[in-house]
């Protein structure tokens, strides 16, 4: 297993165009989270899954965000008409079920709304 | 709602000298973990060290360790005999019961040759 992998690496769009993102956790974990992250401050939670079922979503997830988990395997990441406050490093987090796990991060996904 | 609260923005140390990034946090749970995250620049997060709320003895890996204060609800962040490679972003961050992780607004530890 070669750790959490995001894609893309880099993403510039338009203000109102609309991105995705995808995830690829480590197998063996059921859990999946997504973080955004400013620049100079510490990942903010977005929403979590367990398997395919959403469990948490943040009230920082406008309605323009939608995230998805089919099979509790990898997991998209949608904004739909970016505007330029999304800007920002999108992380992509696992780990297996239990309090006491860390969580293994991806590299992240860099979106620049222009 | 769990806060995290990292109260030193930046911190600088000549290498082979020892650092401490403070954190504190705030909650009203009994059962809990926390972290230190390490993330390097333009680099992935990466787990330093982590500490279970319910056990005294301060955890510690290698050259890091932590000084847990459960009363005080403080977690500081030992670097002995500092590396250039530990030149970073470093994060503390609280998981409680419900699964998710907080993170607090990091420290940058420049270390200086």
């Known amino acids: 297993d070669t750790g959490v992998s995001q894609n893309p690496r880099h993403k510039i769009t338009k203000r109102g165009q609309n991105v995705t993102f995808r995830c690829d956790p480590i197998?063996?974990?059921?859990?999946l989270y997504w973080y955004r992250q400013t620049l100079g401050q510490g990942p903010e939670f977005l929403t979590y899954?367990?398997?395919?079922?959403?469990?948490?979503k943040s009230r920082l997830l406008s309605d323009r965000f939608s995230a998805e988990r089919p099979k509790g395997s990898f997991s998209t990441l949608e904004i739909q008409r970016t505007e330029q406050g999304d800007s920002a490093m999108y992380l992509c987090?696992?780990?297996?079920?239990?309090?006491?796990?860390?969580?293994?991060f991806g590299s992240g996904t860099r979106l620049t709304v222009v | 709602a769990q806060t995290v609260t990292q109260s030193q923005p930046e911190m600088s140390v000549q290498e082979a000298e020892t650092v401490t990034l403070s954190c504190t946090y705030d909650?009203?749970?009994?059962?809990?973990?926390l972290f230190w995250y390490k993330q390097p620049p333009s680099r992935q997060m990466i787990l330093v060290i982590r500490?279970?709320?319910?056990?005294?003895q301060n955890a510690t890996e290698n050259r890091f360790s932590v000084n847990f204060q459960k009363a005080a609800k403080s977690f500081s962040l030992k670097i002995s005999d500092s590396q250039l490679g530990d030149t970073a972003m470093y994060f503390c961050?609280?998981?409680?019961?419900?699964?998710?992780?907080?993170f607090g607004a990091g420290t940058r530890l420049t270390v200086k040759p």
């Open positions: 987090a696992s780990s297996p079920q239990g309090q006491g796990y860390g969580y293994t």
């Open positions: 197998s063996e974990h059921n859990r």
């Open positions: 899954f367990q398997n395919e079922a959403q469990l948490e």
């Open positions: 909650t009203s749970e009994n059962n809990y973990y």
């Open positions: 500490q279970e709320a319910y056990k005294q």
């Open positions: 961050a609280f998981r409680g019961t419900f699964g998710d992780m907080r």
